[in-house]
T-cell receptor
Framework: ETGVTQTPRHLVMGMTNKKSLKCEQHLGHNAMYWYKQSAKKPLELMFVYNFKEQTENNSVPSRFSPECPNSSHLFLHLHTLQPEDSALYLC???????????????FGPGTRLTVT | GQSLEQPSEVTAVEGAIVQINCTYQTSGFYGLSWYQQHDGGAPTFLSYNALDGLEETGRFSSFLSRSDSYGYLLLQELQMKDSASYFCAVSDSGNTGKLIFGQGTTLQVKP
C-alpha cells in the first residue's frame, strides 16, 4: 500500500465510449503525474500537475483529458480512444521539492485499460 | 533529446550477484533513481544517487558516476522474489519531482 489509490483497476471500453480514471493520494503531496505503460516500452510521462496546475503535457492526444480539482485527486478523462491506447495507466505523486532532497515518486497500482 | 539505456533482460541464479547498468543523456541532471516493478504491480522506489559513489541499502546498492553519465544497481544474494523489472530514472531538475525513465531491465532469477 503506497498511499496512492486508482480506480478502476481494470477497464474495457469501446472506441466510442467516454470513461474516466481516478487517482487519489493520501500522502499530502503537491505534485501528481499520469504515466502510460505499454508492453515492452518504458514508462511514458503524460501529464504533470504541480499545486493543481498542469505544468507538463508531453504531446498527448486530445482524446486524453486530465483534471486536477485539488492536490489530492487526479482524473484522466478518456473519449474516442484507439486500440493502441490499450495499456497500463499509472498515477504517481511526490513532493514537488522534497525536504529530503530525494525526488521519490509513489505510484498507484494502475488501471489496465483495454480498448476494443 | 533525453535518453536512458539499460539492458532489456538479465538472468541470474539464486544467491548470485547481478549488476544492471544505466547510461543516460539528458539536458539536465540532478540525480539517478532506481525503481522495481513486479509483474502486474506498481513501480516502487529502491534508491537514489545525487553524488558520485555507492549507496547501500541492505542487499541492494546503487552507484553513480556523473562524469561518465553512468550508474548501476547491484543486487546481492539474489532471491526468487527479486525477479522483476528494474527502471533507472533521471531527475533533470531539483525543483520538481519529475522523472525520466529508462525502458527497464527484466531480471529473471532462477533456482
Amino acid at each position: 500500500e503506497t498511499g496512492v489509490t486508482q480506480t478502476p483497476r481494470h477497464l474495457v471500453m469501446g472506441m466510442t465510449n467516454k470513461k474516466s480514471l481516478k487517482c487519489e493520494q493520501h500522502l499530502g503531496h503537491n505534485a501528481m503525474y499520469w504515466y502510460k505503460q505499454s508492453a515492452k516500452k518504458p514508462l511514458e510521462l503524460m501529464f504533470v500537475y504541480n499545486f493543481k496546475e498542469q505544468t507538463e503535457n508531453n504531446s498527448v492526444p486530445s482524446r486524453f483529458s486530465p483534471e486536477c480539482p485539488n492536490s489530492s485527486h487526479l482524473f484522466l478523462h478518456l473519449h474516442t480512444l484507439q486500440p493502441e491506447d490499450s495499456a497500463l495507466y499509472l498515477c504517481a505523486s511526490s513532493q514537488r521539492k522534497a525536504e529530503t532532497g530525494v525526488p521519490r515518486q509513489y505510484f498507484g497500482p494502475g488501471t489496465r485499460l483495454t480498448v476494443t | 533529446g533525453q535518453s536512458l539505456e539499460q539492458p532489456s533482460e538479465v538472468t541470474a541464479v539464486e544467491g548470485a550477484i547481478v549488476q544492471i547498468n544505466c547510461t543516460y543523456q539528458t539536458s539536465g541532471f540532478y540525480g539517478l533513481s532506481w525503481y522495481q516493478q513486479h509483474d502486474g504491480g506498481a513501480p516502487t522506489f529502491l534508491s537514489y544517487n545525487a553524488l558520485d559513489g555507492l549507496e547501500e541499502t541492505g542487499r541492494f546498492s546503487s552507484f553513480l558516476s556523473r562524469s561518465d553519465s553512468y550508474g548501476y544497481l547491484l543486487l546481492q544474494e539474489l532471491q526468487m522474489k527479486d525477479s522483476a523489472s528494474y527502471f533507472c530514472a533521471v531527475s533533470d531538475s531539483g525543483n520538481t519531482g519529475k522523472l525520466i525513465f529508462g525502458q527497464g531491465t527484466t531480471l529473471q532469477v532462477k533456482p
